[in-house]
């Protein structure tokens, strides 16, 4: 009896994985064919119309291969304008992005775990939030000076809210029942942080490190519009506008568009193997 119960439910799995894996290509499918038709009404549109400020996504492409993936095998097809701006601004927005999470995250966990805490910074934390980080542009200039530290300082500022408060969030959702069986078995502080705390603030942390993940390149580009910036994709944007080159500038914009994509999706790959017991848990109780 037993082992026919244990055959009847691997078979429900294995139905069930099989409908997900479906319904994931279909998904994948139709996206793609969207993305295809709205390239193709694009291309259409801007050729019928000719108008030099919205050129065709076919010349957009054209130019974004010249630009900057035209170099040789040695440097990965990367041109010299793409070292010397696309990989910078990453740089920038890899170190702004780390910066700004672990001082959400610390912070978050801080906070959260003291109820005292929670009740006397709420306010303040909510009110920091709120604030526009471009309305702060001339503090950030003024403290840290122009160049690097105030473009890094103005990214984890930026950054530094949404992994904060959903930290905080998760680590107040702890559930009481949880703590208290902790108590029961005397687990020290660094204990319950590790095998409790984490584990169950994991899900809303990462909610908000996601976020963090596409505000960091929206800022990163805003950053470089900064005075004494030298490189970068948004000092090239700056520079094509500039120059009326309208076609370069799309190209910035549509690389941004494809980086905040990858980026993304890198993440959601992180997630699903840090978070696969939380999203196990949640499809066994659906």
Same mark, same amino acid.
Not at 3 to 26: C, H, L, P, Q
Not at 116 to 131: E, K
Not at 160 to 166: A, I, T
């Given at each position: 009896?037993?082992?026919?119960? $244990?055959?009847?439910? %691997?078979?429900?799995?294995?139905?069930?994985?099989?409908?997900?894996?479906?319904?994931?290509?279909?998904?994948?499918?139709?996206?793609? &064919? @969207?993305?295809?038709?709205?390239?193709?009404?694009?291309?259409?549109?801007?050729?019928?119309?000719?108008?030099?400020? !919205? +050129? +065709?996504?076919?010349?957009?492409? @054209?130019?974004?291969?010249?630009?900057?993936?035209?170099?040789?095998?040695?440097?990965?097809? /990367?041109?010299?304008?793409?070292? $010397?701006? *696309?990989?910078?601004? &990453?740089?920038?927005?890899?170190?702004?992005?780390?910066?700004?999470?672990?001082?959400?995250?610390?912070?978050?966990?801080?906070? #959260?775990?003291?109820?005292?805490?929670?009740?006397?910074?709420?306010?303040?934390?909510? !009110?920091?939030?709120?604030?526009?980080?471009?309305?702060?542009?001339?503090?950030?200039?003024?403290?840290? #000076?122009?160049?690097?530290?105030?473009? /890094? =300082?103005?990214?984890?500022?930026?950054?530094?809210? +949404?992994?904060?408060?959903?930290?905080?969030?998760?680590?107040?959702?702890?559930? +009481?029942?949880? /703590?208290?069986?902790?108590? @029961?078995?005397?687990?020290? %502080?660094?204990?319950?942080?590790?095998?409790?705390?984490?584990?169950?603030? &994991?899900?809303?942390?990462? =909610?908000?490190?996601?976020?963090?993940?596409?505000?960091?390149? *929206? @800022?990163?580009?805003?950053?470089?519009?900064?005075? #004494?910036?030298?490189?970068?994709?948004?000092?090239?944007?700056?520079?094509?506008?500039?120059?009326?080159? &309208?076609?370069?500038?799309?190209?910035?914009?549509?690389?941004? #568009?494809?980086?905040?994509?990858?980026?993304? $999706?890198? !993440?959601?790959?992180?997630?699903?193997?840090?978070?696969?017991?939380?999203?196990?848990?949640?499809?066994?109780?659906?």
């Amino acid at each position: 009896m037993k082992a026919t119960a $244990e055959v009847a439910t %691997r078979a429900a799995i294995a139905r069930r994985d099989s409908v997900a894996r479906r319904k994931g290509v279909r998904t994948a499918a139709f996206r793609w &064919l @969207v993305l295809v038709v709205l390239i193709l009404v694009w291309e259409t549109v801007t050729r019928v119309l000719g108008s030099a400020f !919205f +050129p +065709p996504p076919s010349m957009i492409v @054209v130019r974004m291969y010249t630009m900057w993936f035209s170099g040789p095998p040695s440097t990965l097809f /990367l041109t010299d304008p793409a070292i $010397e701006h *696309i990989l910078p601004s &990453l740089g920038r927005m890899a170190a702004g992005f780390a910066g700004g999470a672990l001082a959400g995250v610390v912070l978050g966990l801080a906070v #959260g775990l003291s109820a005292r805490a929670y009740d006397y910074l709420d306010g303040v934390l909510q !009110f920091l939030r709120a604030i526009p980080p471009p309305a702060l542009i001339t503090v950030f200039l003024v403290v840290f #000076g122009f160049g690097l530290k105030a473009q /890094l =300082a103005f990214i984890m500022f930026s950054i530094v809210w +949404p992994v904060l408060l959903n930290t905080a969030d998760g680590a107040r959702s702890v559930e +009481p029942l949880h /703590l208290q069986t902790c108590q @029961v078995f005397r687990l020290t %502080r660094a204990e319950r942080l590790r095998r409790v705390i984490l584990p169950s603030t &994991l899900p809303k942390m990462f =909610a908000g490190l996601r976020l963090a993940v596409s505000l960091s390149l *929206i @800022v990163m580009v805003f950053s470089e519009l900064l005075p #004494g910036t030298t490189d970068g994709i948004g000092f090239q944007l700056t520079f094509a506008k500039s120059q009326s080159d &309208l076609t370069a500038m799309w190209a910035g914009i549509v690389l941004l #568009g494809v980086l905040g994509y990858l980026l993304n $999706e890198l !993440f959601l790959v992180v997630e699903r193997r840090v978070l696969g017991w939380h999203h196990a848990a949640q499809q066994l109780t659906e």
